[in-house]
């Protein structure tokens, strides 16, 4: 046992004092230390004896009285242990002040220490130690600075000084120059090979800030080597032991950070590292009580935020987000700087995600990409934020960053495809196909709700097969597979319940009963549906038909299935049952919009029209006057309401357009770029005449909307109806190719009525006809085509100049049109057109009466052109005579100069003869008489050819006058048909009589009908939407065709939901 | 099973062709093709290189169907103006021309025998049949009528545009604006019962040469379904096409059938796999008519040709 022996004065005895019986009042001690005056290094060993003891009182008692001014008096000449005295107590107010967490006391004991320093460096400013303590000080204070200025003091004295280099090596290992204090720790170790194994810690923690784990293990390991208790080192090993990531080491660790918890109980550290673990195999209890323990042991800012973050991060996972926030922000709080410790803003950012305080999130998040601005979850989920509060670009551009950051974070890309999908279509694509690459070289599953979103991209850029591809991997095997693949036997069906074939479920009760699994998980409806949709669109309407008949057996509440079926069944005129189907997703939800705009508009096509509106009406309530569509409905509703009545009032017109109007407006207020909304508005203003304005709008809307035939079709009409008939041509022409295959007789009969405005009564006839062989039950067309072929014959007749084969053509159009008319007028009373008896009866007869007229015409034609030709032909004879008279005449003169020759010759010879006879006997004259006779032969000639040529003559005047009197006979002719055509009409011919007007005589004729005067009206005059076509029957029935039309511009936005998941 | 593209002709006509039938070999010519536009002529073509071998005049307003007799030796063509001119093939002297005011015409067959030409009679909903010997009206068969028509129903839905005679001779279907296919016992003259499943027209229909049970039917709903004409069932449908489907034909063998469309598509379905198996893309318009060459003869190799709004014919190898 341990004792001191304290000298009694002036004389040799000593009192023992046995240090672990010292009493319990120091004052006993101090009396006989005063009384004795025992030499103060006494004092101190007693002093610290007490404070080993846990007996703080006493020892600051002791040390006290021991600095007190009496003893600096009495023991003046004893400086070492006074020094000695005032360090112990600087030292002690140092470490009070290390360990206050309150700032105010921690201050107070700082200036105790500094004061005791103070007097003990003026006592001897030299001593060593001293600068040690102050240094010590100073770096409790955490001024490194000057704390190392102190130590480098007593460094300079004594190289080997043990406490200053530890201090120095502290001072290092705080200002994180690890390798320094390594250095300083060596020192000290050579210095003093046998010094506390608290030397060997610091070198080890020196060697794991430098990252050599394998030394600062050796160094840990002989740490409890020395003193197998050590906790420091214990906790040292273990979290080296937790590093290694393996299943071992962390056991190793786990056990280890026991055995510091057995030996202190009170090492936060090992609390904390404990608490992680048990975090992580979820037992949170544990977490709770390790973390509070460690919370009350220590008043280490780092450890506590340590703490803090352990158990804000157990309630976190608990979900109990409020108290995880406190948590986190106690944890924050205690942090100078977020460098130190990240974790908690990331989780305190998380919380306040979580509890919808985007602001403070972000804030947070910020703070870690001050640490780690090239933290990708981070970056992400800023960008995330900033989309949450409304900007857009900036958080598009840090999932940019976030996926540049890290190439292979498939999160990264997925986060920004989602982001994008909205914007840039394209870049999403690009984003979500990176990722699934990503994923699957990772040997990843990519979720389905991935892949879906790939092939929702593809399939709205009209990529079917890749979409197609995308949808099939995402919904994988099942049973649609084998419906694919038509391995599914579908049975037959009687084809009086076929209109009910889409809502037929036994195909899947019987598989079922086949023991075939059906199973659909309810992430893979979606894409189904999608899969279904892309087959619909590749016009496999009946695998996507089976398709959502499975959804709906499997899943009986999936609206949109319904509303697709629906949707199919309406495709193929199947009213009825598309009802019955919308019906039955009303069932489900009777308020769902998507739902009764397609009821509404299935009731307009059931020309129900009353009922249509209330639908309407209550798409409108259902979505509270936000869903344009219905709004855009109900225009369409007023609009076609204003044209539909067989007689119409005005007045009921100009309500129901401006309702129209209104609507369309309102919907347009809601959202500028609703191109429906403007289609519509123009189709308005068109039918009030503003033909520019609504061009104006058709054009932008065409501009915006290629994809739109209505307002192609539109953009026509005005054309049209400002006279520009090309140009509406060509618009037709394109909109019929474009969009509609060519199927769309209404298409072709605005074609036609343009080529009848043109007066191109062929094309307009060939127009008609291929719009009937469209749609031959369409009767309109057939009576158009007669008045087309009418219309042809009358305008031929009416040219002052036309040929016999235009005129025979006239009459095989008649016969056609008469034929035509027949026809119709013959079926009229099997009420299978709505054509009035009466009216075709008028145009039978009159064509019957025109194909007279015609057929005079073609006869007089026929019989000029056979005169013409006659007369061709004499023209022909004549001119072959001439030229055989020409050849004659040659031939003749031919023969003359002949025998003017074989004359000379003669004469010669004759001469020569004479000569001869005269030679001979002079008397002869026979040669001159003869020469006589052949000049006469000549004369006679001449006279014949001469002869001809007046005949001719004289035949060419009597052409003439016959001609004249074929006139006459047609005039008379055209004045008895005149008076016909005026009881007929009932309507006085337009133009005056064919004796006043010799030169015209056809207008005479009275072949102008009753309808040539709209049609001759001029344009400002024929200020409709819609001109005439012949009567006015004809003009509403092409109204109504126009508006059936128009009534496409509804394009129903139920009509192809794309889901995206 | 195969289609590949043997000739086409462009601008085989003046304008769109509506029409194609094959008249069938005769002892001292080969089988030919007859076709039938809004030109207003017929013509008749030499397989396999579609030599024009004459054309006809003498129609109004476009040609809309065409038919041959089996017995190669004669044919009828009808025109919009609801004409039937019926003629000799080789020499083109008129044999008859046949109307029945008010009934238009649209689809003409003759039945297998050769006895009968079957007319689709359009608004007046009814099929009329006429004797090929004497060339009288035997009798009409009517669809119906609704017991009571809405007066809101606009024109006739039971408006008949096509027919077809069974393989047997003894049943007739037709098709109907509305979509309904009637079926008719020729025999007893009389209406059997509808097939539903159509709601939209039905433009083109042909019975199976090897079941004489099974019909097909080709739909403006882009569909062709497959009816058990006798038991009322439908058996199944095929779809494919974007647009209308504007005639069907089925191989000689039965195993495969052909559509045309307005997508402008010439489609071949594997009958026994229920699918399509071959899209020709080759016309830039409307697909209107489509036919198989009928067996017969020394001929060997099945052909199939298409006609378009294009203007142009397009002959296959069927194989």
């Known amino acids: 046992m341990a004792c001191v022996y304290i000298p009694v004065q002036n004389s040799e005895e000593e009192v023992r004092v046995a240090l672990d019986q010292l009493p319990r009042d120091a004052s006993d001690i101090l009396d006989i230390l005063k009384a004795e005056q025992a030499p103060l290094d006494l004092w101190l060993i007693i002093a610290r004896e007490y404070f080993k003891q846990g007996k703080i009182d006493q020892f600051r008692q002791i040390l006290e009285e021991g600095s007190s001014p009496e003893i600096d008096e009495y023991y003046a000449d004893v400086r070492y242990e006074r020094i000695a005295i005032l360090n112990a107590l600087g030292a002690y107010y140092s470490y009070l002040g290390k360990i206050e967490s309150k700032p105010r006391e921690k201050e107070e004991h700082f200036i105790l220490a500094t004061q005791y320093y103070n007097k003990a460096s003026r006592i001897d400013m030299h001593e060593p130690s001293t600068w040690v303590g102050k240094g010590q000080l100073l770096l409790a204070k955490g001024e490194v600075e000057q704390a190392f200025a102190a130590f480098k003091i007593v460094l300079d004295g004594d190289r080997d000084n043990v406490p200053a280099l530890l201090g120095q090596a502290c001072v290092e290992f705080n200002r994180g120059r690890y390798s320094d204090s390594l250095g300083f720790y060596k020192r000290a170790l050579q210095a003093h090979p046998s010094c506390p194994a608290v030397v060997r810690l610091g070198i080890g923690l020196c060697h794991y800030k430098l990252g050599q784990f394998e030394r600062a293990r050796q160094a840990f390991q002989?740490?409890?080597?020395?003193?197998?208790?050590?906790?420091?080192?214990?906790?040292?090993?273990?979290?080296?032991?937790?590093?290694?990531?393996?299943?071992?080491?962390?056991?190793?660790?786990?056990?280890?950070?026991?055995?510091?918890?057995?030996?202190?109980?009170?090492?936060?550290?090992?609390?904390?590292?404990?608490?992680?673990?048990?975090?992580?195999?979820?037992?949170?209890?544990?977490?709770?009580?390790?973390?509070?323990?460690?919370?009350?042991?220590?008043?280490?800012?780092?450890?506590?935020?340590?703490?803090?973050y352990n158990l804000a991060r157990s309630y976190h996972s608990k979900g109990d987000y409020e108290k995880a926030g406190l948590y986190y922000m106690a944890s924050v709080k205690e942090i100078n700087k977020p460098h130190a410790f990240i974790f908690p803003y990331y989780g305190l950012g998380q919380v306040q995600m979580k509890l919808g305080d985007y602001r403070s999130a972000l804030l947070n998040f910020e703070k870690v990409l001050e640490v780690y601005p090239d933290n990708s979850e981070t970056l992400t989920v800023v960008g995330h934020i900033y989309v949450q509060l409304g900007q857009v670009e900036k958080g598009q551009d840090l999932l940019r960053k976030a996926t540049k950051v890290d190439s292979r974070d498939a999160q990264a890309y997925l986060d920004l495809g989602d982001l994008l999908i909205s914007t840039d279509i394209n870049a999403a694509l690009d984003a979500f196909k990176t990722a699934r690459t990503l994923l699957k070289k990772d040997g990843q599953e990519v979720p389905i709700e991935l892949l879906n979103n790939i092939g929702v991209i593809y399939f709205e850029q009209g990529e079917l097969e890749l979409a197609e591809e995308s949808f099939k991997e995402a919904v994988g095997d099942g049973i649609w597979s084998s419906f694919i693949n038509g391995k599914v036997n579908y049975g037959t069906v009687d084809a009086s319940a076929a209109p009910r074939?889409?809502?037929?479920?036994?195909?899947?009760?019987?598989?079922?009963?086949?023991?075939?699994?059906?199973?659909?998980?309810?992430?893979?409806?979606?894409?189904?549906?999608?899969?279904?949709?892309?087959?619909?669109?590749?016009?496999?309407?009946?695998?996507?038909?089976?398709?959502?008949?499975?959804?709906?057996?499997?899943?009986?509440?999936?609206?949109?299935?319904?509303?697709?079926?629906?949707?199919?069944?309406?495709?193929?005129?199947?009213?009825?049952?598309?009802?019955?189907?919308?019906?039955?997703?009303?069932?489900?939800?009777?308020?769902?919009?998507?739902?009764?705009?397609?009821?509404?508009?299935?009731?307009?096509?059931?020309?129900?029209?009353?009922?249509?509106?209330?639908?309407?009406?209550?798409?409108?309530?259902?979505?509270?006057?936000?869903?344009?569509?219905?709004?855009?409905?109900?225009?369409?509703?007023?609009?076609?309401?204003?044209?539909?009545?067989?007689?119409?009032?005005?007045?009921?017109?100009?309500?129901?357009?401006?309702?129209?109007?209104?609507?369309?407006?309102?919907?347009?207020?809601?959202?500028?770029?609703?191109?429906?909304?403007?289609?519509?508005?123009?189709?308005?203003?068109?039918?009030?005449?503003?033909?520019?304005?609504?061009?104006?709008?058709?054009?932008?809307?065409?501009?915006?909307?290629?994809?739109?035939?209505?307002?192609?079709?539109?953009?026509?009409?005005?054309?049209?109806?400002?006279?520009?008939?090309?140009?509406?041509?060509?618009?037709?022409?394109?909109?019929?190719?474009?969009?509609?295959?060519?199927?769309?007789?209404?298409?072709?009969?605005?074609?036609?009525?343009?080529?009848?405005?043109?007066?191109?009564?062929?094309?307009?006839?060939?127009?008609?006809?291929?719009?009937?062989?469209?749609?031959?039950?369409?009767?309109?067309?057939?009576?158009?085509?007669?008045?087309?072929?009418?219309?042809?014959?009358?305008?031929?007749?009416?040219?002052?100049?036309?040929?016999?084969?235009?005129?025979?053509?006239?009459?095989?159009?008649?016969?056609?049109?008469?034929?035509?008319?027949?026809?119709?007028?013959?079926?009229?009373?099997?009420?299978?057109?709505?054509?009035?008896?009466?009216?075709?009866?008028?145009?039978?007869?009159?064509?019957?009466?025109?194909?007279?007229?015609?057929?005079?015409?073609?006869?007089?034609?026929?019989?000029?052109?056979?005169?013409?030709?006659?007369?061709?032909?004499?023209?022909?004879?004549?001119?072959?005579?001439?030229?055989?008279?020409?050849?004659?005449?040659?031939?003749?003169?031919?023969?003359?100069?002949?025998?003017?020759?074989?004359?000379?010759?003669?004469?010669?010879?004759?001469?020569?003869?004479?000569?001869?006879?005269?030679?001979?006997?002079?008397?002869?004259?026979?040669?001159?008489s003869k020469r006589r006779e052949r000049s006469d032969i000549d004369d006679d000639e001449g006279g014949h050819s001469e002869r001809r040529r007046r005949r001719g003559g004289k035949r060419r005047r009597k052409d003439r006058s016959s001609r004249s009197r074929y006139d006459m006979e047609e005039e008379e002719e055209a004045g008895i048909m005149d008076g016909q055509e005026e009881l007929e009409d009932e309507e006085p011919a337009r133009v005056s009589d064919g004796e006043e007007n010799p030169q015209d005589p056809l207008a005479a004729a009275g072949l102008e009908d009753s309808d040539a005067e709209d049609e001759n009206e001029p344009p400002s005059n024929a200020g409709r939407w819609k001109r005439t076509w012949s009567e006015s029957d004809d003009e509403d029935t092409l109204r109504q065709q126009h508006s059936d039309k128009d009534r496409n511009n509804q394009k129903t936005n139920g009509d192809d939901p794309v889901e995206n998941m | 099973m195969k289609?590949?593209?043997?000739?086409?002709?462009?601008?085989?006509?003046?304008?769109?062709?509506?029409?194609?039938?094959?008249?069938?070999?005769?002892?001292?010519?080969?089988?030919?093709?007859?076709?039938?536009?809004?030109?207003?002529?017929?013509?008749?073509?030499?397989?396999?290189?579609?030599?024009?071998?004459?054309?006809?005049?003498?129609?109004?307003?476009?040609?809309?169907?065409?038919?041959?007799?089996?017995?190669?030796?004669?044919?009828?063509?009808?025109?919009?103006?609801?004409?039937?001119?019926?003629?000799?093939?080789?020499?083109?002297?008129?044999?008859?021309?046949?109307?029945?005011?008010?009934?238009?015409?649209?689809?003409?067959?003759?039945?297998?025998?050769?006895?009968?030409?079957?007319?689709?009679?359009?608004?007046?909903?009814?099929?009329?049949?006429?004797?090929?010997?004497?060339?009288?009206?035997?009798?009409?068969?009517?669809?119906?009528?609704p017991e009571t028509p809405k007066p809101s129903d606009k024109g006739n839905k039971k408006f008949v545009l096509s027919v077809a005679w069974s393989p047997d001779g003894r049943r007739i279907a037709c098709g109907s604006m509305d979509g309904t296919v009637s079926i008719f016992d020729v025999a007893r003259a009389k209406f059997l019962h509808h097939l539903e499943g159509h709601f939209m027209p039905v433009r083109s229909l042909v019975y199976s040469p090897v079941e004489p049970r099974l019909l097909f039917t080709a739909s403006d709903d882009a569909h062709v379904h497959m009816y058990d004409a006798e038991g009322k069932a439908l058996i199944g449908a095929l779809t494919g096409h974007g647009s209308w489907v504007l005639s069907v034909d089925i191989s000689p063998d039965g195993a495969a059938l052909a559509t045309g469309s307005s997508d402008r598509t010439v489609m071949l379905w594997d009958l026994s796999m229920r699918a399509s198996v071959q899209t020709m893309k080759n016309h830039s318009d409307q697909v209107w008519a489509v036919a198989f060459r009928p067996p017969g003869g020394n001929l060997r190799g099945g052909r199939l040709a298409s006609v378009s709004d294009d203007k142009s014919i397009s002959l296959y190898d069927y194989s």
């Open chain 1, 501 to 928: 074939l889409y809502k037929d479920m036994q195909i899947f009760t019987r598989l079922e009963k086949d023991g075939i699994n059906l199973d659909l998980p309810w992430n893979k409806v979606s894409p189904l549906f999608n899969l279904a949709r892309l087959l619909e669109e590749s016009h496999k309407s009946n695998i996507a038909s089976l398709f959502y008949q499975f959804i709906i057996f499997k899943y009986p509440d999936y609206i949109d299935a319904y509303l697709r079926l629906a949707a199919m069944a309406k495709a193929r005129n199947n009213i009825q049952l598309s009802i019955e189907l919308v019906n039955d997703a009303l069932m489900i939800n009777e308020k769902y919009p998507n739902a009764l705009s397609m009821l509404g508009e299935l009731e307009l096509k059931n020309d129900d029209w009353v009922k249509a509106k209330e639908t309407l009406r209550a798409v409108s309530e259902a979505a509270q006057g936000k869903d344009s569509y219905s709004s855009l409905s109900l225009g369409n509703w007023n609009y076609f309401a204003a044209l539909r009545n067989e007689k119409r009032a005005p007045k009921l017109e100009a309500t129901h357009l401006e309702k129209a109007k209104e609507l369309y407006t309102r919907v347009l207020a809601q959202n500028n770029s609703n191109l429906y909304a403007a289609n519509g508005a123009g189709v308005v203003l068109a039918e009030k005449g503003q033909f520019d304005v609504s061009k104006d709008v058709f054009t932008q809307v065409q501009e915006a909307a290629i994809q739109m035939p209505d307002v192609w079709i539109n953009l026509a009409h005005v054309y049209f109806a400002q006279g520009n008939f090309p140009l509406a041509m060509k618009m037709y022409e394109n909109c019929l190719r474009k969009f509609y295959h060519g199927t769309d007789a209404y298409i072709l009969l605005y074609l036609a009525r343009n080529y009848y405005e043109a007066e191109q009564w062929q094309e307009c006839k060939k127009t008609l006809l291929r719009a009937i062989h469209l749609s031959p039950a369409n009767y309109i067309l057939r009576f158009d085509a007669g008045v087309a072929m009418q219309k042809f014959s009358t305008s031929t007749l009416q040219k002052p100049k036309k040929t016999a084969d235009e005129v025979r053509s006239v009459v095989e159009e008649l016969e056609n049109a008469v034929r035509v008319f027949t026809q119709m007028y013959g079926a009229a009373n099997l009420h299978y057109h709505g054509f009035d008896e009466k009216k075709i009866e008028t145009h039978v007869e009159y064509c019957t009466h025109l194909l007279g007229v015609a057929k005079v015409h073609c006869d007089a034609a026929t019989r000029e052109e056979e005169q013409t030709r006659q007369r061709q032909e004499l023209a022909r004879q004549v001119a072959l005579a001439e030229d055989a008279r020409r050849v004659a005449e040659e031939q003749r003169k031919k023969q003359l100069e002949k025998r003017k020759l074989e004359d000379e010759q003669k004469r010669v010879q004759q001469q020569e003869e004479h000569f001869r006879r005269v030679k001979e006997q002079w008397k002869s004259s026979t040669s001159a």
């Open chain 1, 222 to 308: 002989r740490v409890l080597q020395l003193d197998p208790e050590n906790v420091e080192a214990l906790v040292a090993m273990a979290i080296l032991d937790m590093q290694t990531n393996k299943a071992a080491g962390i056991r190793k660790g786990v056990e280890k950070m026991h055995r510091a918890f057995e030996i202190y109980p009170y090492c936060a550290m090992a609390s904390n590292y404990l608490a992680n673990h048990f975090f992580f195999t979820g037992q949170h209890f544990l977490v709770e009580q390790l973390t509070e323990t460690a919370l009350a042991v220590t008043n280490h800012g780092p450890t506590r935020s340590h703490s803090f």
């Open chain 2, 3 to 145: 289609l590949s593209n043997l000739k086409t002709v462009e601008s085989a006509h003046d304008d769109s062709i509506w029409a194609a039938a094959w008249v069938p070999p005769t002892d001292s010519r080969p089988p030919l093709l007859l076709t039938g536009s809004l030109d207003e002529t017929v013509r008749l073509w030499r397989p396999d290189d579609l030599h024009l071998d004459r054309t006809n005049t003498g129609h109004c307003l476009g040609v809309v169907s065409v038919a041959a007799h089996p017995s190669g030796a004669i044919a009828a063509s009808a025109s919009l103006d609801s004409f039937v001119r019926v003629f000799y093939v080789d020499t083109n002297s008129t044999v008859a021309t046949l109307e029945a005011p008010p009934s238009e015409v649209w689809q003409m067959q003759f039945d297998p025998k050769g006895t009968t030409l079957a007319v689709a009679g359009g608004g007046s909903a009814s099929v009329k049949l006429w004797d090929t010997a004497t060339w009288q009206v035997i009798t009409t068969l009517s669809i119906p009528r």
